[in-house]
């Protein structure tokens, strides 16, 4: 049985609610922090005889005074090993119409409330001198794609904000590491995602293209127990010796063509794949 203490963020469903139950499993003492504390009804269901080994904590990542609740809990709850920033949700809509309110609700979450929490966690691993802490991220934190940029450039953040952290808090024996999917069948596509909506809009042919293709991609979603498992594996090792760990069926590939690609050729097979060899609205 492994006696370490995992915080998870955004614990209530996805990929934070599956991490949940497999480490509980695994044996690890379990904080599944969430906002709603009343969505902990699915995760104690299906935890069954590993309860015990899981405490529910109230927490809104994008609440200052949330933050200094969990700093006093960490207080009292001493060591904590491993913290796992999963809190997240999608915002999707073109550039042009999407408020910058919105751009900054999708930042506050996303971006801003990883860094609350690490933040949080930070001098309790460095007096340890161990840690974990891995992040959430996407394949959208290194490809933008259209019809998502509130999402993937708080992504695209996140990826340089960790790089530099890993750098940073190395030297105290603390690693940082980033896990990457790509299209998993997890509610931040469904209830988790939200969509600038504009009548009339330029974009709107653009748009419905770009919902198509999500809907007829749904087939072709990932299993999300398998990035718990990828989880599940990097808290057992000893040490993450890599800072990123992409996850997900043609993630990889998709990665390395755009590496090697001209911009020219990237671009046009983007955007010929959505609106085929109509590139003009």
């Known amino acids: 049985m492994n006696e370490k203490t995992v ?9 934070g609610m599956l991490a949940s139950l497999r480490l509980a499993a695994e044996g690890y003492r379990v904080i599944a922090s969430m906002r709603n504390t009343e969505k902990q009804t699915d995760l104690f269901r299906m935890l069954g005889e590993h309860k015990e080994r899981v405490t529910v904590l109230e927490l809104d990542v994008t609440s200052p005074e949330s933050i200094d609740g969990l700093k006093e809990y960490l207080k009292e709850t001493g060591r ?143 299993n999300p127990a398998d990035v718990a498992e990828l989880i599940v594996k990097l808290c057992s090792k000893d040490s993450l010796t890599k800072l990123r760990y992409p996850a997900g069926k043609g993630v990889r590939i998709s990665l390395f063509l755009k590496r090697i690609l001209p911009w020219r050729m990237w671009e046009s097979i983007l955007i010929g794949k959505l609106l085929g060899k109509k590139t003009e609205l």
């Open 80 to 222: 904590i090993d491993i913290l796992i920033n999963n809190a997240g949700f999608a915002f999707g809509g073109f550039g042009e119409e999407v408020t910058v309110i919105d751009y900054k609700s999708q930042f506050e979450t996303n971006f801003f409330g990883v860094i609350a929490v690490t933040q949080a966690v930070l001098p309790h691993m460095r007096k340890q001198r161990s840690g974990k802490i891995i992040n959430m991220s996407s394949i959208s934190g290194l490809i933008g794609f259209p019809g998502i940029s509130p999402y993937a450039a708080s992504k695209h953040a996140l990826e340089g904000y960790s790089e530099s952290l890993r750098l940073e808090v190395k030297p105290f024996g603390i690693d940082v590491a980033l896990i990457e999917p790509g299209s998993f069948s997890t509610n931040i596509w469904t209830t988790g995602r939200k969509v600038s909506s504009i009548e009339d809009s330029p974009y709107l042919v653009y748009m419905n293209a770009i919902e198509n293709e999500l809907e007829q991609g749904k087939e072709k979603l990932g």
């Open 7 to 15: 915080l998870i963020t955004g614990a209530s469903s996805g990929f």
